[in-house]
T-cell receptor, first 115, second 118 residues
């Protein structure tokens, strides 16, 4: 299995729908992240989870709701999204610790289109 | 706050030639890490190479090398002997270590689209 797996790969949803993105990592890492990649913009960090605890929320609108039930799984629950939320949503994981500088491993992303 | 700047929206290179992708950064943290990622059209971000701020030597990984010039705050990626499969978006990224504890947050640049011509 690949290190970080995201499902679904593609998602089209209406503005009144509720959907969830799923991320699973098989690397034994203790930190997981959601990033948003919009067209012609740098990747934006949305949420950070360390040891299942949310440590960062970068002013993300409440229509995005993360959930991290354990250190291997991360969800992003979506509701009443706007068309401008259409983007590639990338999940990543890494092993965090004192002085560590290991790279983050990314999943293949979920291409979300809000109609 | 950290900032990464990639000034080349697009680059073209002939197959088997070398190419340099530019990256400059800004941070007030004395300890930080610099990363390069490749993103093919399929979407996944593939880690290429890492350089620590205290590393004395430039990092190398196969055909990839990082030209790290700390005083100029630049971390350019050099790809030697380009291949058609190198065509992709390339991102420079940085994470800072504050107080000795690493932060998992990566700050990304805008990216450079590399096209390799046969």
């Amino acid at each position: 299995e690949t290190g970080v797996t995201q499902t679904p790969r593609h998602l089209v949803m209406g503005m009144t729908n509720k959907k969830s993105l799923k991320c699973e990592q098989h690397l034994g890492h203790n930190a997981m992240y959601w990033y948003k990649q919009s067209a012609k913009k740098p990747l934006e960090l949305m949420f950070v989870y360390n040891f299942k605890e949310q440590t960062e929320n970068n002013s993300v609108p409440s229509r995005f709701s993360p959930e991290c039930p354990n250190s291997s799984h991360l969800f992003l629950h979506l509701h009443t999204l706007q068309p401008e939320d259409s983007a590639l949503y990338l999940c990543a994981s890494s092993q965090e610790g004192l002085g560590s500088n290991t790279e983050a491993f990314f999943g293949q992303g979920t291409r979300l289109t809000v109609v | 706050a950290q900032k990464i700047t990639q000034t080349q929206p697009g680059m073209f290179v002939q197959e088997k030639e070398a190419v340099t992708l530019d990256c400059t950064y800004d941070t007030s943290d004395p300890s930080y890490g610099l990363f390069w990622y490749k993103q093919p059209s399929s979407g996944e971000m593939i880690f290429l190479i890492y350089q620590g701020s205290y590393d004395q030597q430039n990092a190398t990984e196969g055909r990839y090398s990082l030209n790290f010039q700390k005083a100029r705050k630049s971390a350019n990626l050099v790809i030697s002997a380009s291949q058609l499969g190198d065509s992709a978006m390339y991102f420079c990224a940085m994470r800072a270590n504050a107080g000795g504890t690493s932060y998992g947050k990566l700050t990304f640049g805008q990216g450079t689209i590399l096209t390799v011509h046969p």
